[in-house]
Structure formats: structure tokens, C-alpha cells
């Protein structure tokens, strides 16, 4: 059984830094695609950024371009994400996803993603 599990998530002061982690506890796999994601209360999830199991193929949301980079770390089995120059609008539980059936990323569309982690909460103040 697959596991997404997150952590690094907190309160900070708008322009403050996170750094969120999802270790992934999966055995072994040969392509995947993983993608953070976040729901802020009384939206929908929306896609923040997906990144390949080869640590490419990365794409962001507009709303977090230049602020927010997605890595992979094959060794720790983790899929980071980390966020600088939080502003109060990034207030949302953060979710990691994958998809194990594809080794290319090609939407941040939440259907397509089909294992998820419990989220992370991430909360700026103003």
C-alpha cells in the first residue's frame, strides 16, 4: 500500500518562508508523477506544482510562479516544496498527490492525481 505523507507545514508572517516535504512510501516505482496541491476554506483544490520522478518535467501555478520550486530527492524518497514570500492569500491545507501509472506530468488538474497524503496546514498572517 502507497503512502503520501506530509510535513513542514506551520504559521508565519506574510513574506516569511516554508519548506513542505511528502515522503513517499512506496516500495519501489519506475514513474510516477507528483503534484502539491492546496484547498483553502470554501474553494476547490487547486494545482500548485507537479514534478516527475525524474526530478523534471516541473510546472507551477500563475499565482505561485517565481515564488514557490518543487524538487525531488530520489535518495529520501521526498517531494519538496518549498515557498518563499508567502502572502496571506497561500493560507490553505496543502495536499501531496501522485499519480504512479504515468512518468510525464502534463496538468495540475487535481482529477489526476489518484494517491493522496492528509494534508499539511499552512497559514500566513498579514
Known amino acids: 500500500q502507497v503512502q503520501l505523507v506530509e510535513s513542514g507545514g506551520g504559521s508565519v508572517q506574510a513574506g516569511g518562508s516554508l519548506r513542505l516535504s511528502c515522503e513517499v512510501q512506496?516500495?519501489?516505482?519506475?514513474?510516477?508523477?507528483m503534484g502539491w496541491f492546496r484547498q483553502a476554506p470554501g474553494k476547490e483544490r487547486e494545482g500548485v506544482a507537479h514534478?516527475?520522478?525524474?526530478?523534471?518535467?516541473?510546472a507551477y501555478a500563475d499565482s505561485v510562479k517565481g515564488r514557490f520550486t518543487i524538487s525531488q530527492d530520489n535518495a529520501k524518497n521526498t517531494v519538496d516544496l518549498e515557498m518563499n514570500s508567502l502572502k496571506p492569500e497561500d493560507t490553505a491545507m496543502y495536499y501531496c498527490?501522485?499519480?504512479?501509472?504515468?512518468?510525464?506530468?502534463?496538468?495540475?488538474?487535481?482529477?489526476?492525481?489518484?494517491?493522496w497524503g492528509q494534508g499539511t496546514q499552512v497559514t500566513v498572517a498579514s
Open positions: 512506496k516500495s519501489t516505482y519506475s514513474s510516477a508523477c
Open positions: 514534478i516527475n520522478f525524474r526530478g523534471r518535467n516541473t
Open positions: 498527490a501522485a499519480d504512479f501509472s504515468r512518468s510525464f506530468c502534463f496538468t495540475l488538474s487535481p482529477r489526476f492525481f489518484h494517491t
